[in-house]
């Protein structure tokens, strides 16, 4: 598992944990692949940091 600013997330990229909003609510879960909307919203949303998979 590796953490990176959503700034250097890719279309692609497979999160490797659960992604929680604020209020607890799951924004994605683990195993989802990153698209430029997700990354997008994410960002949009706060969210600075995400894991992700190592092998993909």
Do not use: E
């Amino acid at each position: 598992m590796r953490k990176i600013h959503i700034s250097h997330a890719k279309s692609g990229d497979v999160l490797a944990v659960d992604l929680f909003a604020a209020n607890g609510s799951v924004l994605l879960s683990r195993g989802v692949r990153l698209t430029n909307g997700y990354i997008r919203s994410l960002a949009q949303k706060g969210v600075q940091y995400i894991y992700l998979n190592p092998w993909c």
